[in-house]
C-alpha cells in the first residue's frame, strides 16, 4: 500500500472529537499575554451547589468557542473528589472513579516525592485538606475582562451563604512570554488526534484522544469505562493541580559559583533545563543561545535525541529530556507514548529583577493544570520515575535539576569530553506550595451534575 493511500485512511480513521462538549481549558491554550485567576470553592450544601453549577454553566467555554467566546474572558471548572460527594452525586458514581483520584494528591506523597518542604503538612490551606471542592480557572486578554467574569463568578454564588471561596490566586503573563527562570515558556503540548487544533512541527505523531479524554480509544486500544455513569464521563478528563513556589534568587546564586563567566552561567543553565532561555534547544543550538531559532515556532520544537544519545549536546538528565524523552528511550522497554499529558501552565507574582542575587521575599512561582485520562500512568508515572527516579537514564539517585526535590544534595551530571562534570548540592530550586487532583467534566455532564436532586444523595 503506498504512503498517500495510508495517510487518507489513517486520516479517515481519526475520531472526530465532540469539541463543542469539551471544556476549551482541555485542547486550547490560554490566550497571550494572559491575565486570570484561580477560584476555589467549598460546598457545604449539595443543594446550593448544584444552583452554582446551574448559574456558572452558561459561562463555562467549550473548546470550539475558545476563540470566538460569548464573553470577554474564558471559565474552566473542576472538581475533586470531595467537590463531587459534596453536590451529591451518587455513591454508585463515586465509587467508580479510580482510586488516586478518590484518595487525593496528599494521600498519594509518597509516590509523588512529595517529602520534606514539599509534604502536604507544609502546603497552603485549602490544598491537601476536604474543604477543596470546586476550582474555577479564569482566563482573560486583560484585567478590565478579568473583572468583569469575576463578577460573574461571584454572582453564580453569592447569595448562596453554603457556597464559600476558600482561595483565590491571580496570575499573569511574565514579559515576553518566559517562566520566572527567565526561560521561554510553554513550547510543548501533544497533538491530540481529532481535536482540530494546528500541529506544530517537533509534535510528534498525533496520539489517541483517549489519552486526555474519557469516552474515545487511547493509545492501546481501550475506552475508559469509568466513571459511570457514560453522561458523567464522556469528554471529561482528569488534572493534576500544582501551585510552585520559585527560588530564583537561589537558581542565579548557583549559577554564580559554579561558573567562572557569564557565559558558563548561561551555558550550565541552558544544561539544567535542556533549552536556552529563548527557547532554542539544546540539540539544535549546543554550544550558544540562537534567539531567531527560539522565536520560531515552526523549529523550536522539531528536534529529537537521535544524534544525541550520549547526551553530550543536552544532558540525559535536563529538565525538558526528562519530562519528555522524547526518541531518547526508543531502544529501550518503555512504551513513551502512554505517559504524555497536556500542559496548561500560568504564572504568579512579580518577576525578581535582572541581576538580583538575593530574595526579596516576594511570591512567585507557577500553578500547573497537567491533564489526562490516566493519571496514574501519566502524571504520576513521569513525576515518581522520570522526574525523580535516575535508573531510567542510569544516573541512580539524580533527580530533575529544576523541580527535583533534593534539599540542597542534588547532582547534575553534564556528559562532556573527556571527562564529564558533576554538579553537588543543587538546592531545591522549586517548592510545592500545594496540589490536588481534579475531575473537568464535558458541558453534559455538568448539566447532569447540576440537575441532581436531593434522592440521589
Known amino acids: 500500500m503506498n504512503t498517500q493511500v495510508e495517510a487518507t485512511m489513517a486520516k479517515s480513521d481519526a475520531i472526530a472529537l465532540e469539541v463543542s462538549d469539551i471544556q476549551a481549558t482541555v485542547l486550547r491554550p490560554r490566550p497571550s499575554p494572559y491575565k486570570g485567576e484561580y477560584v476555589i470553592l467549598r460546598i457545604d450544601d449539595a443543594a446550593q451547589g448544584r444552583e452554582m453549577l446551574r448559574r456558572i454553566i452558561p459561562h463555562v467555554a467549550p473548546a470550539n468557542d475558545w476563540w470566538t467566546p460569548m464573553l470577554p474572558a474564558w471559565v474552566g471548572i473542576a472538581f475533586t473528589f470531595q467537590g463531587i460527594k459534596a453536590l451529591g452525586v451518587p455513591q454508585t458514581s463515586l465509587d467508580s472513579f479510580p482510586v488516586e483520584f478518590r484518595e487525593g494528591m496528599a494521600a498519594r506523597a509518597a509516590v509523588l516525592n512529595d517529602v520534606g518542604g514539599n509534604a502536604p503538612a507544609n502546603w497552603e490551606y485549602p490544598f491537601g485538606t476536604a474543604d477543596m471542592h470546586v476550582a474555577l480557572a479564569i482566563y482573560s486578554k486583560d484585567s478590565e475582562s478579568l473583572e468583569t467574569v469575576l463578577e460573574l463568578a461571584r454572582q453564580s454564588h453569592h447569595d448562596l451563604p453554603a457556597v464559600k471561596v476558600v482561595y483565590r490566586l491571580k496570575f499573569s503573563e511574565l514579559p515576553d512570554g518566559r517562566n520566572p527562570f527567565g526561560f521561554k515558556d510553554g513550547l510543548h503540548n501533544p497533538h491530540v488526534e481529532g481535536s482540530g487544533a494546528r500541529a506544530h512541527p517537533g509534535y510528534g505523531p498525533s496520539l489517541k484522544a483517549g489519552e486526555f479524554i474519557l469516552?474515545?480509544?487511547?493509545?492501546?486500544?481501550?475506552?475508559?469505562?469509568?466513571?459511570?455513569?457514560?453522561?458523567?464521563?464522556?469528554?471529561?478528563?482528569?488534572?493534576?493541580?500544582?501551585?510552585?513556589?520559585?527560588?530564583?534568587?537561589?537558581?542565579?546564586?548557583?549559577?554564580?559559583?559554579?561558573a567562572a563567566s557569564a557565559e558558563e552561567q548561561e551555558l550550565i543553565a541552558a544544561k539544567m533545563v535542556g533549552r536556552w532561555r529563548s527557547g532554542a534547544p539544546l540539540v539544535l543550538a549546543p554550544e550558544r543561545d540562537d534567539a531567531t531559532l527560539g522565536a520560531d515556532a515552526q523549529r523550536n520544537d522539531c528536534f529529537s535525541y537521535e544524534d544525541d544519545m550520549q547526551g553530550l549536546k543536552c544532558p540525559f538528565s535536563a529538565h525538558v529530556r526528562r519530562v519528555n524523552p522524547r526518541d531518547a528511550l526508543k531502544n529501550e522497554l518503555v512504551a513513551t507514548n502512554l505517559h504524555h499529558f497536556l500542559r496548561?501552565?500560568?504564572?504568579?507574582?512579580?518577576?525578581?529583577?535582572?541581576?538580583?542575587?538575593?530574595?526579596?521575599?516576594?511570591?512567585?512561582?507557577?500553578?500547573?493544570?497537567?491533564?489526562?485520562?490516566?493519571?496514574?500512568?501519566?502524571?504520576?508515572?513521569?513525576?515518581?520515575?522520570?522526574?525523580?527516579?535516575?535508573?531510567?537514564?542510569?544516573?541512580?539517585?539524580?533527580?530533575?535539576?529544576?523541580?527535583?526535590?533534593?534539599?540542597?544534595?542534588?547532582?547534575?551530571?553534564?556528559?562532556?569530553?573527556?571527562?564529564?562534570?558533576?554538579?553537588?548540592?543543587?538546592?531545591?530550586?522549586?517548592?510545592?506550595?500545594?496540589?490536588?487532583?481534579?475531575?473537568?467534566?464535558?458541558?453534559?455532564?455538568?448539566?447532569?451534575?447540576?440537575?441532581?436532586?436531593?434522592?440521589n444523595q
Open 344 to 455: 496548561r501552565g500560568t504564572n504568579y507574582g512579580p518577576a525578581l529583577p535582572e541581576g538580583v542575587l538575593e530574595d526579596d521575599g516576594a511570591e512567585r512561582g507557577g500553578v500547573f493544570l497537567l491533564i489526562g485520562a490516566h493519571l496514574k500512568r501519566q502524571f504520576e508515572f513521569v513525576q515518581s520515575q522520570w522526574m525523580t527516579d535516575g535508573n531510567f537514564i542510569a544516573h541512580a539517585n539524580e533527580q530533575d535539576p529544576i523541580v527535583g526535590n533534593s534539599a540542597g544534595e542534588g547532582i547534575f551530571t553534564i556528559p562532556r569530553h573527556p571527562i564529564r562534570r558533576r554538579l553537588h548540592g543543587l538546592p531545591q530550586f522549586v517548592a510545592v506550595r500545594g496540589g490536588e487532583y481534579c475531575f473537568m467534566p464535558g458541558l453534559r455532564a455538568l448539566k447532569w451534575m447540576a440537575a441532581l436532586d436531593d434522592e
Open 215 to 258: 469516552g474515545y480509544p487511547d493509545e492501546v486500544g481501550e475506552t475508559a469505562t469509568g466513571p459511570e455513569p457514560e453522561v458523567l464521563r464522556r469528554n471529561g478528563t482528569f488534572l493534576a493541580f500544582r501551585k510552585f513556589h520559585t527560588r530564583v534568587a537561589e537558581f542565579r546564586k548557583y549559577l554564580a559559583e559554579h
